[in-house]
């Protein structure tokens, strides 16, 4: 069973995917984590990154480790545990730039292909392209949305002390950059369903995932 859920940030993507991969026993894969994590590598290692044509020539450097257990996702760079670093502003502001060089796509997607295909109950993978690129044959696509005032309200509150207004103005920044880009933009799938989550606490959420899953695992 593979489940992609995609939308953008604030939307309650990594809430639910975590939640619902641990309630039905499935695998866990955040994709955003690994290319924040390939953006970390280039910041640490002096790549320009208003450079593609540099970035695209680093693409292949780093090794990337995702552990997929729901109740503790793990991310490590050659070695080394980020899962704390790659969530600095810093890696934030940088990774859509990053993300936006196909030939760093074509090495995470890929990434991300393996993790799925070797993933023995089945899994939950989140990003932005996932139903629509990285797994188009997925069992199940889900397309969470959100109002732009209800996401930056939560990415404020996971950022202790951040301004909602810049909050949001990023953030629609950022969705502005990952759905025009040409590499696999920020996209609904046709055959994905879309939740709405503004109006939603997390647990209606997942609890509307999870019947999604088990509704399409009975074969409905």
Not at 148 to 175: F, Q
Not at 183 to 212: F, G, R, Y
């Amino acid at each position: 069973m593979i489940v992609a859920i995609d939308g953008p940030s604030g939307t309650g993507k990594s809430s639910t995917s975590k939640a619902v991969a641990a309630q039905l026993g499935l695998s866990y894969l955040d994709t955003g984590a690994q290319y924040r994590a390939i953006t970390w590598w280039m910041v640490n290692n002096g790549i320009d990154i208003d450079d593609p044509a540099a970035i695209a020539a680093a693409a292949g450097k780093p090794e990337i480790v995702s552990g997929t257990d729901p109740q503790a996702p793990t991310i490590t760079v050659d070695g080394v545990d980020v899962a704390g670093p790659i969530r600095t502003q810093e890696v934030t502001s940088k990774v859509s730039a990053v993300s936006a060089v196909p030939e760093v796509r074509a090495r995470i997607t890929e990434l991300q292909r393996s993790i799925a295909a070797s993933a023995e109950h089945g899994i939950v993978v989140e990003g932005r392209d996932i139903g629509t690129t990285v797994l188009p044959d997925a069992d199940l696509k889900i397309f969470l949305t959100a109002s732009a005032e209800a996401r930056a309200a939560r990415r404020s509150g996971e950022l202790k002390g951040a301004d909602v207004h810049s909050t949001r103005e990023a953030l629609i920044k950022r969705d502005a950059a990952d759905s025009s880009r040409k590499a696999s933009p920020l996209a609904k799938a046709d055959d994905a369903v879309e939740v709405d989550t503004t109006e939603l606490t997390l647990a209606q959420v997942i609890e509307c995932v999870v019947t999604l899953v088990e509704e399409k695992r009975a074969g409905k």
